[in-house]
């Protein structure tokens, strides 16, 4: 007999062990966590559906958040002392960054001072407002250093959603991997970042998902998404090679 009442999917029933390899926990460091209070309050939350392994990736983003190797890892001292004295031992943190590709990238690069996600990933992403004229030298450039680039949330990009053919270039052509915002299955972002994202999903452009949690209001958003079977299926494969890729 048919039903109305199915009871709803949540992610967050299905997140465990997830490798959270996109966040903003690290405290003070950008337009993420204020303090190490803030830092511990969203690891707690994320504990509580089974989530315990971060790779923390802070801005680097020329003029906005100059961060380098140096602040990320004070930042980093000082928040893996704090999960030391709560005694959240089973807590695993570890480093990396979200680079803007703008006008200080590809300096950042040749010096070798990005700070890449394990197995030689490096996470980038593009201004929401216009992509940068240097986008496609500086992914080849990173890809002959043999890092392999992720496009942080391709799905917010609104200057490529009537462009779908954009995105399978820079998947299929550029090879370049796409990681997925749990924000963007709700309405978080808007409606319109929401069906690009499960367009993206659908199609199977993804590779990753991950946070972006940057505050308590994004953990909040995060309980209520709820999904159908169908791309729950698809959801849980992205989880699974997330954990396969970054544990």
């Known amino acids: 007999m048919f039903s109305f009442f199915h009871k709803k999917i949540f992610l967050v029933d299905h997140i465990h062990g997830l490798v959270d390899m996109h966040n903003h926990i690290l405290p003070g460091i950008d337009d993420g966590a204020k303090n190490v209070e803030d830092s511990i309050k969203l690891i707690k939350g994320f504990s509580g559906f089974g989530v315990t392994n971060f790779i923390c990736t802070p801005h680097i983003m020329h003029h906005y958040y100059p961060n380098t190797p140096v602040s990320i890892e004070k930042s980093y001292t000082l928040l893996k002392k704090e999960l030391l004295h ?80 954009r995105y399978y270039d820079y998947k299929k052509n550029a090879n370049i991997f796409f990681q997925l915002n749990m924000l963007s299955l709700s309405n978080y972002y808007g409606k319109q970042i929401k069906k690009t994202a499960l367009k993206l999903l659908d199609e199977g452009l993804y590779d990753f998902i991950s946070s972006d949690v940057h505050n308590l209001k994004h953990l909040e958003y995060i309980k209520s998404i709820n999904l159908d079977k169908k791309r729950l299926d698809t959801i849980l494969h992205l989880i699974n090679n997330t954990i396969i890729t970054f544990a």
């Open 86 to 165: 709560q005694n959240l031992d089973e807590i695993s943190i570890d480093t990396a960054a979200e680079h803007m590709i703008d006008d200080n990238f590809e300096k950042i690069l040749e010096e070798g001072n990005t700070m890449r996600l394990k197995k030689d990933f490096l996470l980038v992403e593009m201004s929401y407002l216009q992509p940068p004229i240097n986008f496609e030298t500086s992914i080849e450039k990173t890809k002959s250093k043999g890092i392999h680039p992720v496009l942080a949330h391709p799905e917010r990009y609104a200057y490529l959603h009537k462009k779908m053919d």
